[in-house]
């Protein structure tokens, strides 16, 4: 390689950015439409970005977003590092930045760097606008689909600036020209730009990458227990036949084909509730379990094994685990599988191979840099404390945020702290899973180990990347023969070629979306009968004009899309602390959103769903419910008539309406509709946030109390209280004088006396 060069620029301190023609003609195409930059992992697309970003300055503030919050602190750092400005006008904004410090300091920074829920967030409740925005840069522009915030912040940009440029950067697209199509859709993006590792002009920049697979063989007692499974798996999918859920000659299902089958019986159970239906839902859930069970056993262990079984077992013993993994921990070959494992020595091939490669590159040279991805986090640990038996390594667990049974995630903070110490070589292999996989400012590394196999290929790329970037590199992955890994691999590979040879012959037209169709008319004309096209024109043509219709928010309910769907319907939203209410419409309107699951959890949890519903009540004329979304009878485990009993007590006994949307787009579009009705035909126009929760009653905390004791319900606390008459006594009562209520046995006496009179042992 040649003597590096600088970059010469007024905005870039001296002898800070090497000059590599590549960047700079990357920028420079970047410059003359909005552009995605497709450029492999560890060729500088924040370079790139830094280069559009010191040519657009002048013209205004410039904003980047990237996705996690350390992502953001790593770019906010190396923009007042190379910026020739001075540091406080670099500002990044995260999920901990005070929203009231937001705006003053948006208005006085030149770059923000941001995560983009907190721009969407701030473009919604109207504290920012993008006006003066001369570009905006989207790190990891791939996951520009869906309703990810960058597809809500582009389109705004669109409609507040009148000359836009964003420049999305990514290393890995996608594979099909329809996914890659919806990114620059979604961004605005009318050009792309692509460099791989052969390009004559990138070629100088790239290290060798040498790629190894390595084949393991399953050991002989993972087969059996997989044979004990497979028995498991072919009873409930010869049930699924019986049931006529699926063909005769259907004899296994993919996982793509299992969730093709769930969302259409759930789709069928809409329509027309059968309780065949319900127990195909309930295989097909045993179904999925066991063959998770199995490709845990073939690719990760019978270590790994061992902890999903006991997360089945304590999901099967828990109040609100499913009934699949009860039937699943109760079937007998099952049992016989958690017999057998408990027989196994624990010892995944795998796991040797892996303390023999990293052991061999931390022996060749021990300030070696090492990463070992793996899908699942239990693995990630066996195979930290694994490494930790061989002198020399110096392994670290490197995981996301979520934590769950027995696992404890990582917060953003500690995962900084992480990286900079492996950085420091306090750790010198990483084992990670796919948190590790996007962006973080990782240190060149000498090895990759790949556990097992992935199938997506926008990740592979990303794994790869973390080689090969300031010197040689290798990556070995790793195959369990005949298993989900050969499967995935294949299908890695060749999504990743097809994404290079999609990129190099793409050229993107952005098309406008398209206009829905009219209504069609429903009722005939002069019945004296409104039909749809009436309500149409009545809502979309007021008689003379109207001021602009509104939606009072609560603020919790930003994190839906259904603000954003408002706003995009031309509603305007004012996002407030509601006391009571998600949305409010008018004077006389309120109206309580839950989703499907949301809905289901308070009925679960013991949350005061009739305590919401009497204040909705209380203030206002017309409340509504709305319940958004699918699974209401089929998501948990909840019987169904139950189900009815609580939505006929909220419809006749509270008066309330509920209605059922599809989707968030599907309210937004109701509450759309009765807003223009309530506020545009006549109706009171100011609305009165007058709102306030009620305290409950003394009879309504008292039965609150009780119904808080195990074992009992609503009812069973009304007998109680009308036959002691106060708390106080039912406390003070024998086990047997409370068996003479109604409805109150053995048991539930047993389980009262042992939470009143049991010592505590906090």
Request: glycine share 6%; net charge neutral.
């Amino acid at each position: 390689m040649s003597d590096s060069q600088y970059i010469n620029h007024p905005l870039i301190k001296p002898d800070t950015i090497e000059q590599r023609l590549y960047q700079l003609s990357l920028a420079g195409e970047a410059l003359k439409k909005s552009t995605l930059v497709v450029l492999p992992t560890g060729l500088g697309k924040t370079i790139v970005a830094l280069l559009v970003m010191v040519s657009r300055l002048p013209k205004g503030k410039v904003l980047l977003l990237s996705p996690t919050k350390p992502l953001v602190e790593q770019h906010a750092a190396f923009f007042r590092i190379a910026l020739n400005i001075p540091p406080e006008e670099v500002i990044l904004f995260t999920g901990n930045t005070p929203p009231g410090k937001r705006k003053s300091m948006w208005d006085a920074a030149k770059v923000v760097v941001s995560t983009p829920q907190v721009i969407e967030n701030d473009i919604l409740g109207k504290k920012i606008d993008l006006a003066g925005v001369s570009c905006i840069i989207f790190d990891e522009a791939h996951r520009a689909t869906g309703d990810y915030s960058y597809v809500y912040i582009s389109e705004k940009y669109a409609l507040q600036n009148k000359e836009p440029l964003v420049l999305g950067i990514t290393a890995s697209p996608g594979s099909s020209p329809d996914k890659i199509q919806e990114v620059c859709t979604n961004l605005r993006i009318s050009a792309v730009e692509v460099r791989s590792d052969s390009d004559p002009d990138v070629r100088p920049y790239v290290f060798d990458k040498d790629i190894e697979w390595k084949y393991v063989p399953i050991p002989v007692e993972i087969k059996g227990l997989k044979q004990l499974m497979d028995k498991v798996l072919s009873d409930r999918l010869n049930k699924l036949r019986e049931l006529g859920i699926i063909s005769s000659y259907q004899t296994r299902l993919s996982k793509r084909e299992m969730l093709d089958l769930q969302g259409k019986m759930q789709s069928q159970l809409r329509s027309f509730p059968d309780q065949k239906i319900y127990q195909g839902i309930s295989l097909l859930a045993e179904i999925f379990k066991v063959s998770h069970a199995i490709e845990i056993a073939e690719t990760q262990g019978a270590s790994a094994l061992a902890r999903y079984f006991e997360r089945l077992e304590n999901e099967a013993r828990s109040k609100s685990g499913s009934k699949a993994a009860r039937r699943l921990m109760d079937d007998l070959s099952m049992r016989q599988a958690i017999h057998h494992l408990s027989g196994c020595d624990g010892n995944n091939p795998k796991l040797g191979l892996v303390k023999e490669l990293v052991e061999k590159q931390v022996i060749e040279n021990p300030q070696s840099r090492v990463i070992v991805f793996t899908n699942y986090r239990d693995t990630a640990e066996l195979v930290s404390v694994s490494l930790k038996e061989v002198p020399g390594i110096k392994p670290v667990r490197f995981v996301g945020q979520a934590s769950k049974y027995k696992d404890t995630g990582l917060t953003q903070k500690q995962q900084v702290e992480i990286i900079q110490k492996f950085k420091d070589g306090e750790y010198n292999t990483l084992v990670a899973t796919s948190v590790a996989e996007e962006g973080l400012d990782i240190p060149a590394t000498d090895l990759v180990v790949f556990f097992e196999p992935i199938p997506s290929e926008i990740r592979s790329i990303q794994r790869k990347g973390r080689t090969g970037r300031k010197h040689a590199g290798r990556v070995v992955i790793l195959m369990a023969k005949g298993s989900k890994d050969e499967a995935y691999h294949w299908s890695s590979n060749r999504r990743e070629k097809t994404m290079l040879n999609t990129m190099k012959n793409l050229s993107f037209e952005v098309s406008a979306p398209e206009e829905a169709p009219a209504e069609e008319t429903i009722a005939p004309h002069g019945s004296g009968q409104k039909n749809l096209q009436d309500f149409h024109k009545e809502i979309q043509e007021p008689k003379h004009e109207e001021s602009p219709v509104k939606v009072f928010i609560d603020q919790r309910e930003i994190r839906s899309t259904v603000a954003r769907a408002l706003e995009k319907l031309g509603v305007e939203i004012i996002l407030k602390t509601l006391e009571v209410g998600d949305y409010v419409i008018s004077d006389r309107v309120g109206i309580e959103r839950k989703t499907a699951e949301d809905f289901l959890s308070t009925l679960m949890d013991g949350r005061d769903l009739f305590g919401q519903v009497s204040d909705l009540v209380c203030t206002f004329e017309r409340p509504l419910l709305i319940i958004e979304g699918e699974g209401l009878y089929t998501t948990r485990q909840i019987h169904p008539n139950a189900i009815r009993g609580v939505l006929a007590s909220i419809t006749i006994d509270f008066g309330v309406p509920v209605i059922f949307s599809k989707d968030e787009e599907d309210t937004a579009a109701l509450i759309s509709v009765m807003a223009k009705r309530e506020q545009q035909t006549g109706a009171k126009k100011d609305i009165n946030l007058h709102g306030k929760k009620t305290s409950l009653t003394l009879k309504e905390q008292q039965e609150y109390v009780i119904s808080s004791l195990p074992e009992i319900g609503p009812a069973v606390a009304r007998n109680l209280l009308r036959h002691f008459g106060s708390v106080e006594r039912i406390m003070a009562a024998s086990r047997e004088e409370l068996m003479e209520v109604g409805l109150v046995g053995p048991k539930t006496a047993d389980r009262i006396k042992e939470v009143v009179g049991g010592e505590y042992k906090g």
